[in-house]
Protein backbone atom coordinates (compact mmCIF):
# COMPACT_ATOMS: atom_id res chain seq x y z
CA UNK A 1 0.00 0.00 0.00
CA UNK A 2 1.41 3.18 -0.99
CA UNK A 3 0.22 6.09 1.57
CA UNK A 4 0.74 10.11 0.55
CA UNK A 5 0.95 12.38 3.00
CA UNK A 6 0.47 16.17 2.17
CA UNK A 7 3.45 17.89 2.59
CA UNK A 8 3.25 21.78 2.17
CA UNK A 9 1.62 22.34 -1.28
CA UNK A 10 2.71 18.60 -2.45
CA UNK A 11 2.99 15.03 -1.03
CA UNK A 12 5.42 12.61 -0.11
CA UNK A 13 4.80 9.28 -1.15
CA UNK A 14 5.52 6.40 1.09
CA UNK A 15 5.12 2.90 0.83
CA UNK A 16 3.91 1.10 4.30
CA UNK A 17 3.40 -2.49 2.72
CA UNK A 18 4.51 -4.87 5.75
CA UNK A 19 3.04 -2.97 8.48
CA UNK A 20 -0.42 -3.25 9.75
CA UNK A 21 -1.79 0.45 9.27
CA UNK A 22 -4.53 2.11 10.99
CA UNK A 23 -5.80 5.13 9.32
CA UNK A 24 -6.59 7.73 12.38
CA UNK A 25 -9.53 9.58 10.11
CA UNK A 26 -12.53 11.34 10.80
CA UNK A 27 -15.58 10.09 10.00
CA UNK A 28 -17.06 12.66 7.85
CA UNK A 29 -20.78 12.03 6.23
CA UNK A 30 -20.26 11.04 2.34
CA UNK A 31 -20.71 14.34 0.16
CA UNK A 32 -24.72 15.18 -0.36
CA UNK A 33 -26.10 18.09 -2.53
CA UNK A 34 -23.81 21.05 -3.67
CA UNK A 35 -21.87 22.93 -1.43
CA UNK A 36 -22.98 26.04 -2.68
CA UNK A 37 -26.54 24.94 -2.25
CA UNK A 38 -25.66 23.84 1.77
CA UNK A 39 -24.67 27.24 2.01
CA UNK A 40 -27.24 29.14 0.44
CA UNK A 41 -29.57 26.77 2.75
CA UNK A 42 -27.96 27.64 5.62
CA UNK A 43 -28.05 31.56 5.16
CA UNK A 44 -31.87 31.07 3.75
CA UNK A 45 -32.66 29.45 7.30
CA UNK A 46 -30.96 30.92 10.09
CA UNK A 47 -30.56 29.44 13.68
CA UNK A 48 -31.86 31.73 16.11
CA UNK A 49 -31.96 34.64 14.07
CA UNK A 50 -33.28 37.12 11.56
CA UNK A 51 -31.93 36.42 7.82
CA UNK A 52 -28.47 38.23 7.48
CA UNK A 53 -29.82 40.00 4.74
CA UNK A 54 -32.64 41.67 7.35
CA UNK A 55 -30.08 42.22 9.59
CA UNK A 56 -28.49 44.54 7.46
CA UNK A 57 -31.38 46.30 6.70
CA UNK A 58 -30.78 50.04 7.71
CA UNK A 59 -27.08 49.51 8.79
CA UNK A 60 -24.71 51.81 6.70
CA UNK A 61 -22.07 49.48 6.88
CA UNK A 62 -20.23 45.73 7.99
CA UNK A 63 -17.50 44.35 9.39
CA UNK A 64 -17.17 40.20 8.56
CA UNK A 65 -14.43 38.86 11.16
CA UNK A 66 -12.15 35.89 9.28
CA UNK A 67 -9.62 33.71 10.37
CA UNK A 68 -6.50 34.26 9.09
CA UNK A 69 -3.87 32.90 6.66
CA UNK A 70 -2.86 29.79 9.05
CA UNK A 71 -6.47 28.09 9.09
CA UNK A 72 -8.55 26.13 6.02
CA UNK A 73 -11.45 28.50 6.29
CA UNK A 74 -12.86 27.68 2.25
CA UNK A 75 -13.28 31.67 2.16
CA UNK A 76 -13.80 31.98 -1.99
CA UNK A 77 -16.44 29.96 -1.76
CA UNK A 78 -18.73 31.22 1.87
CA UNK A 79 -17.86 35.37 1.17
CA UNK A 80 -19.22 36.18 -1.99
CA UNK A 81 -22.62 34.03 -0.51
CA UNK A 82 -22.65 36.73 2.64
CA UNK A 83 -21.25 39.49 0.61
CA UNK A 84 -24.17 38.61 -1.15
CA UNK A 85 -26.82 38.80 1.47
CA UNK A 86 -25.12 41.97 3.02
CA UNK A 87 -25.98 43.42 -0.46
CA UNK A 88 -29.35 42.17 -0.33
CA UNK A 89 -29.91 44.28 2.79
CA UNK A 90 -28.58 47.37 1.60
CA UNK A 91 -24.82 47.34 2.26
CA UNK A 92 -22.65 47.17 -0.66
CA UNK A 93 -19.42 46.21 -0.68
CA UNK A 94 -18.12 49.71 -0.84
CA UNK A 95 -19.49 49.55 2.78
CA UNK A 96 -17.99 46.09 3.99
CA UNK A 97 -14.52 45.54 5.79
CA UNK A 98 -12.68 42.26 6.22
CA UNK A 99 -11.24 41.91 9.32
CA UNK A 100 -8.88 39.12 10.09
CA UNK A 101 -8.59 37.88 13.39
CA UNK A 102 -5.00 37.50 13.48
CA UNK A 103 -4.35 37.00 17.48
CA UNK A 104 -0.94 37.27 17.57
CA UNK A 105 -0.26 36.27 14.29
CA UNK A 106 1.81 38.22 12.42
CA UNK A 107 -0.18 40.13 8.92
CA UNK A 108 0.31 38.06 5.51
CA UNK A 109 1.85 39.41 2.76
CA UNK A 110 -0.72 40.25 -0.13
CA UNK A 111 -0.32 37.19 -2.29
CA UNK A 112 -0.86 34.42 0.56
CA UNK A 113 -3.83 37.20 1.59
CA UNK A 114 -5.52 37.64 -2.12
CA UNK A 115 -5.05 33.08 -2.03
CA UNK A 116 -6.90 33.28 1.69
CA UNK A 117 -9.63 35.47 0.68
CA UNK A 118 -10.36 34.78 -2.59
CA UNK A 119 -11.73 37.10 -5.30
CA UNK A 120 -13.81 40.18 -3.94
CA UNK A 121 -15.74 42.78 -5.14
CA UNK A 122 -13.99 46.44 -5.74
CA UNK A 123 -14.34 48.22 -2.44
CA UNK A 124 -14.22 45.80 -0.06
CA UNK A 125 -12.15 47.31 2.79
CA UNK A 126 -9.18 44.43 4.20
CA UNK A 127 -7.79 44.81 7.62
CA UNK A 128 -5.36 42.86 9.04
CA UNK A 129 -5.48 42.83 13.29
CA UNK A 130 -2.38 43.76 15.03
CA UNK A 131 -2.79 42.83 18.22
CA UNK A 132 -0.17 45.44 19.53
CA UNK A 133 -1.17 48.47 17.88
CA UNK A 134 -3.11 50.27 20.90
CA UNK A 135 -4.53 53.09 18.99
CA UNK A 136 -6.87 50.41 17.11
CA UNK A 137 -7.95 49.06 20.68
CA UNK A 138 -11.02 49.99 22.69
CA UNK A 139 -11.65 48.97 26.12
CA UNK A 140 -14.36 47.15 26.00
CA UNK A 141 -15.43 45.24 29.77
CA UNK A 142 -13.33 43.66 32.84
CA UNK A 143 -13.60 40.41 33.38
CA UNK A 144 -13.95 38.65 36.98
CA UNK A 145 -10.83 38.68 37.87
CA UNK A 146 -10.52 42.45 36.72
CA UNK A 147 -8.74 42.03 33.42
CA UNK A 148 -9.19 45.13 31.37
CA UNK A 149 -10.74 43.21 27.92
CA UNK A 150 -9.56 45.66 24.39
CA UNK A 151 -10.71 44.55 21.10
CA UNK A 152 -10.83 46.11 17.63
CA UNK A 153 -12.04 49.28 17.27
CA UNK A 154 -12.82 48.13 13.82
CA UNK A 155 -14.78 45.19 15.30
CA UNK A 156 -16.41 47.49 18.41
CA UNK A 157 -17.54 49.70 16.54
CA UNK A 158 -19.38 48.01 13.77
CA UNK A 159 -22.95 48.55 13.04
CA UNK A 160 -23.41 45.10 12.14
CA UNK A 161 -20.32 42.77 13.03
CA UNK A 162 -20.80 39.34 11.09
CA UNK A 163 -18.00 36.00 11.85
CA UNK A 164 -17.24 33.47 9.63
CA UNK A 165 -15.45 30.64 11.03
CA UNK A 166 -14.37 26.99 10.77
CA UNK A 167 -14.79 24.82 13.91
CA UNK A 168 -12.01 21.99 15.04
CA UNK A 169 -10.55 20.79 17.94
CA UNK A 170 -8.17 23.02 19.81
CA UNK A 171 -5.51 21.60 22.00
CA UNK A 172 -5.85 23.57 24.93
CA UNK A 173 -8.78 26.12 23.98
CA UNK A 174 -11.09 22.92 23.55
CA UNK A 175 -12.86 23.98 20.07
CA UNK A 176 -11.86 26.20 17.79
CA UNK A 177 -13.87 28.91 15.70
CA UNK A 178 -16.77 30.46 17.82
CA UNK A 179 -15.84 32.77 20.10
CA UNK A 180 -11.95 33.08 19.68
CA UNK A 181 -12.86 34.68 16.48
CA UNK A 182 -13.07 37.90 18.77
CA UNK A 183 -11.22 36.69 21.33
CA UNK A 184 -7.61 36.30 21.15
CA UNK A 185 -8.83 36.70 17.67
CA UNK A 186 -9.21 40.90 17.41
CA UNK A 187 -8.10 41.22 20.97
CA UNK A 188 -5.41 43.36 22.60
CA UNK A 189 -1.87 41.45 23.07
CA UNK A 190 -1.53 41.76 26.71
CA UNK A 191 -5.30 40.16 27.37
CA UNK A 192 -3.90 37.12 25.12
CA UNK A 193 -0.82 36.47 27.09
CA UNK A 194 -2.35 36.34 29.89
CA UNK A 195 -5.81 34.28 29.06
CA UNK A 196 -2.62 31.55 27.05
CA UNK A 197 -1.10 31.92 30.33
CA UNK A 198 -3.63 29.51 32.33
CA UNK A 199 -3.02 26.51 30.42
CA UNK A 200 0.34 25.93 32.59
CA UNK A 201 0.91 25.98 35.76
CA UNK A 202 4.20 27.53 36.29
CA UNK A 203 3.89 27.38 40.14
CA UNK A 204 4.55 23.86 39.78
CA UNK A 205 8.56 22.47 39.36
CA UNK A 206 8.46 21.54 37.18
CA UNK A 207 5.61 23.17 35.26
CA UNK A 208 2.46 21.15 34.41
CA UNK A 209 -0.33 21.58 31.95
CA UNK A 210 -3.30 22.69 33.34
CA UNK A 211 -5.41 19.57 33.78
CA UNK A 212 -8.68 20.71 32.19
CA UNK A 213 -7.01 22.42 29.09
CA UNK A 214 -7.36 20.00 26.74
CA UNK A 215 -8.88 19.63 23.29
CA UNK A 216 -12.62 18.98 23.40
CA UNK A 217 -13.17 20.00 26.81
CA UNK A 218 -14.97 23.62 27.57
CA UNK A 219 -16.49 23.38 30.82
CA UNK A 220 -13.72 23.67 34.02
CA UNK A 221 -11.23 24.45 31.52
CA UNK A 222 -9.85 27.88 32.43
CA UNK A 223 -8.74 29.19 29.25
CA UNK A 224 -11.83 28.61 27.35
CA UNK A 225 -14.18 30.24 29.92
CA UNK A 226 -12.08 32.99 29.67
CA UNK A 227 -12.04 33.25 26.08
CA UNK A 228 -16.07 32.81 26.47
CA UNK A 229 -16.51 35.37 28.98
CA UNK A 230 -14.52 38.18 27.05
CA UNK A 231 -16.00 37.39 23.93
CA UNK A 232 -19.38 38.39 25.20
CA UNK A 233 -17.73 41.92 25.30
CA UNK A 234 -18.92 42.26 21.77
CA UNK A 235 -21.13 39.51 20.33
CA UNK A 236 -21.40 39.08 16.72
CA UNK A 237 -24.45 39.61 15.43
CA UNK A 238 -24.72 36.89 13.24
CA UNK A 239 -22.05 33.98 12.38
CA UNK A 240 -21.68 31.67 9.87
CA UNK A 241 -19.60 28.42 11.41
CA UNK A 242 -18.01 25.41 9.52
CA UNK A 243 -16.85 22.04 9.39
CA UNK A 244 -14.42 21.47 7.06
CA UNK A 245 -13.24 17.60 6.20
CA UNK A 246 -10.13 16.53 5.68
CA UNK A 247 -9.51 18.01 2.19
CA UNK A 248 -11.28 21.12 3.22
CA UNK A 249 -14.23 21.10 1.78
CA UNK A 250 -17.57 22.11 3.80
CA UNK A 251 -18.77 19.08 5.32
CA UNK A 252 -21.04 21.31 7.13
CA UNK A 253 -22.45 24.75 7.34
CA UNK A 254 -24.79 26.89 9.73
CA UNK A 255 -25.48 29.96 10.12
CA UNK A 256 -27.25 31.89 12.51
CA UNK A 257 -27.12 33.41 16.07
CA UNK A 258 -23.67 32.62 17.19
CA UNK A 259 -24.15 30.49 20.26
CA UNK A 260 -26.82 28.50 18.55
CA UNK A 261 -24.00 28.01 15.30
CA UNK A 262 -21.42 27.19 17.61
CA UNK A 263 -23.30 24.13 19.82
CA UNK A 264 -24.40 22.79 16.42
CA UNK A 265 -20.84 23.18 15.17
CA UNK A 266 -19.06 20.76 18.18
CA UNK A 267 -21.52 18.53 18.21
CA UNK A 268 -20.82 17.84 14.43
CA UNK A 269 -16.86 17.82 15.31
CA UNK A 270 -17.36 15.61 18.32
CA UNK A 271 -19.54 12.95 16.33
CA UNK A 272 -17.30 13.01 13.26
CA UNK A 273 -13.35 14.17 14.39
CA UNK A 274 -13.22 12.16 18.04
CA UNK A 275 -12.00 8.55 17.98
CA UNK A 276 -10.84 5.48 20.20
CA UNK A 277 -8.01 4.06 18.74
CA UNK A 278 -4.70 3.10 20.16
CA UNK A 279 -2.60 3.95 21.60
CA UNK A 280 0.44 2.65 19.36
CA UNK A 281 3.78 2.16 19.62
CA UNK A 282 4.28 3.85 16.35
CA UNK A 283 2.65 6.46 14.39
CA UNK A 284 2.83 8.06 10.41
CA UNK A 285 1.83 11.99 11.13
CA UNK A 286 1.19 14.64 8.60
CA UNK A 287 0.41 18.42 9.63
CA UNK A 288 -2.31 18.32 6.62
CA UNK A 289 -0.13 20.67 4.06
CA UNK A 290 -0.45 23.79 3.66
CA UNK A 291 -1.44 25.71 5.51
CA UNK A 292 -1.54 24.13 8.42
CA UNK A 293 1.94 22.86 7.90
CA UNK A 294 3.58 26.48 7.13
CA UNK A 295 5.17 27.42 10.33
CA UNK A 296 6.66 24.79 13.18
CA UNK A 297 3.85 27.48 15.24
CA UNK A 298 0.75 25.70 12.89
CA UNK A 299 2.33 22.20 12.33
CA UNK A 300 2.68 21.69 16.59
CA UNK A 301 -1.12 21.34 16.43
CA UNK A 302 -1.00 18.22 14.21
CA UNK A 303 2.20 16.83 16.13
CA UNK A 304 -0.06 17.47 19.48
CA UNK A 305 -3.16 15.64 17.90
CA UNK A 306 -1.03 12.37 16.79
CA UNK A 307 0.94 12.29 19.93
CA UNK A 308 -2.32 11.45 21.50
CA UNK A 309 -2.53 8.32 19.97
CA UNK A 310 0.99 7.21 20.75
CA UNK A 311 2.23 5.16 23.52
CA UNK A 312 4.63 6.03 26.04
CA UNK A 313 7.97 5.71 25.01
CA UNK A 314 6.93 5.16 21.59
CA UNK A 315 7.83 6.87 18.01
CA UNK A 316 6.26 8.68 15.04
CA UNK A 317 7.23 9.67 11.77
CA UNK A 318 5.98 13.69 11.29
CA UNK A 319 5.88 15.33 8.45
CA UNK A 320 5.59 19.13 8.15
CA UNK A 321 7.06 21.24 5.43
CA UNK A 322 7.64 24.13 7.89
CA UNK A 323 8.84 26.39 4.67
CA UNK A 324 7.50 29.70 6.66
CA UNK A 325 9.54 28.92 9.65
CA UNK A 326 8.89 29.37 13.19
CA UNK A 327 6.12 31.70 12.50
CA UNK A 328 6.53 34.17 15.06
CA UNK A 329 9.40 36.23 15.92
CA UNK A 330 8.11 35.98 19.80
CA UNK A 331 9.36 32.16 19.52
CA UNK A 332 12.99 32.29 18.57
CA UNK A 333 14.18 33.65 22.19
CA UNK A 334 12.80 29.92 23.43
CA UNK A 335 13.96 28.78 20.44
CA UNK A 336 17.68 30.01 21.01
CA UNK A 337 17.38 27.32 24.78
CA UNK A 338 15.03 24.82 24.48
CA UNK A 339 16.11 22.87 27.35
CA UNK A 340 12.73 22.21 29.58
CA UNK A 341 14.05 24.37 32.59
CA UNK A 342 15.81 27.57 30.73
CA UNK A 343 11.34 27.94 29.38
CA UNK A 344 10.39 27.73 32.45
CA UNK A 345 12.41 29.77 33.97
CA UNK A 346 11.83 32.44 30.86
CA UNK A 347 7.80 31.54 31.07
CA UNK A 348 7.63 32.19 34.80
CA UNK A 349 9.80 35.75 34.40
CA UNK A 350 7.19 37.07 31.37
CA UNK A 351 4.72 34.60 29.97
CA UNK A 352 4.62 34.54 25.91
CA UNK A 353 2.53 32.30 24.84
CA UNK A 354 4.95 31.29 22.05
CA UNK A 355 7.25 29.92 24.96
CA UNK A 356 4.73 27.63 25.83
CA UNK A 357 4.34 26.33 22.74
CA UNK A 358 8.12 25.74 22.38
CA UNK A 359 7.84 23.88 25.84
CA UNK A 360 5.04 21.68 24.38
CA UNK A 361 6.92 20.24 21.67
CA UNK A 362 10.02 19.58 23.70
CA UNK A 363 8.20 17.51 26.23
CA UNK A 364 7.20 15.33 23.01
CA UNK A 365 10.14 15.13 21.82
CA UNK A 366 11.91 13.80 25.13
CA UNK A 367 8.81 11.42 25.92
CA UNK A 368 8.62 10.05 22.13
CA UNK A 369 11.42 9.47 19.34
CA UNK A 370 9.83 11.74 16.55
CA UNK A 371 11.63 11.57 13.20
CA UNK A 372 10.60 14.85 11.16
CA UNK A 373 10.67 15.22 7.24
CA UNK A 374 11.22 19.24 7.15
CA UNK A 375 12.61 22.25 6.11
CA UNK A 376 13.39 23.65 9.31
CA UNK A 377 16.71 25.30 9.58
CA UNK A 378 19.20 22.28 9.64
CA UNK A 379 20.74 22.95 13.14
CA UNK A 380 17.27 23.92 14.83
CA UNK A 381 15.34 20.61 14.93
CA UNK A 382 17.51 18.16 16.66
CA UNK A 383 18.28 21.06 19.14
CA UNK A 384 13.99 20.65 19.48
CA UNK A 385 15.13 16.99 20.11
CA UNK A 386 13.72 16.05 16.59
CA UNK A 387 15.68 13.54 14.30
CA UNK A 388 15.13 15.16 11.44
CA UNK A 389 15.24 12.95 7.99
CA UNK A 390 15.63 13.34 4.27
CA UNK A 391 14.38 10.58 3.08
CA UNK A 392 10.78 9.16 5.45
CA UNK A 393 10.86 6.06 3.56
CA UNK A 394 14.07 5.05 5.39
CA UNK A 395 12.45 5.34 8.99
CA UNK A 396 9.12 3.13 7.90
CA UNK A 397 12.41 0.14 6.11
CA UNK A 398 13.64 0.57 9.62
CA UNK A 399 9.91 -0.05 11.32
CA UNK A 400 9.14 -2.89 8.96
CA UNK A 401 12.21 -4.69 9.61
CA UNK A 402 12.31 -4.27 12.79
CA UNK A 403 8.68 -5.71 13.67
CA UNK A 404 6.68 -6.85 10.64
CA UNK A 405 3.09 -6.96 10.48
CA UNK A 406 3.04 -4.22 13.33
CA UNK A 407 0.25 -2.27 13.68
CA UNK A 408 0.99 1.50 13.21
CA UNK A 409 -1.29 4.55 13.41
CA UNK A 410 -1.67 6.86 10.44
CA UNK A 411 -2.92 10.57 10.63
CA UNK A 412 -3.26 11.74 6.84
CA UNK A 413 -5.60 14.46 6.56
CA UNK A 414 -5.91 17.03 9.88
CA UNK A 415 -6.10 16.44 13.50
CA UNK A 416 -8.22 13.65 15.19
CA UNK A 417 -8.54 13.31 18.56
CA UNK A 418 -9.59 10.97 20.79
CA UNK A 419 -12.88 11.07 22.94
CA UNK A 420 -13.16 13.69 24.92
CA UNK A 421 -14.05 13.62 28.36
CA UNK A 422 -15.93 16.61 28.53
CA UNK A 423 -18.55 16.94 31.93
CA UNK A 424 -22.04 18.05 31.71
Known sequence: MIVKLPYGRGEVACDVRGLAVFELQARFPKPAGEVAEKLAQALANPLGSPPLACLAAGKD??????????????LPLVLPAVLGELARGGVPAQR????????????????????????????????????REVSQLVEVGKLADGTVVRLSRVAVEAPLLVSVFPVQHHYFAGFGGGPKMVFPGVAGYEEIQRNHSRVIELSWDPPRLAPRCQPGVLSGNPVAEEIAAAAALRPVDFAVGMVLDGSGQLAWVGAGDGGAVWREAIARVREWCEIQAGPFSKVIASAGGFPTDHTLIQAHKALDAASRFLAEGGEMLFLAEMAGGAGSPAMEPFLADPRPEALAAKLRESYVQYGHTTWRIVDKTRRFRISLKSQLPTALAPKLGFFPVEKPQEVLDAWRQASP?????????GPVYPKSQELP
Open 96 to 131: VTLLLACGTHPPAPEPLLAEHLGPLPPGVTVVQHDA
Open 405 to 413: RETVGLLLH
Open 61 to 74: RAVILVPDVTRKAA
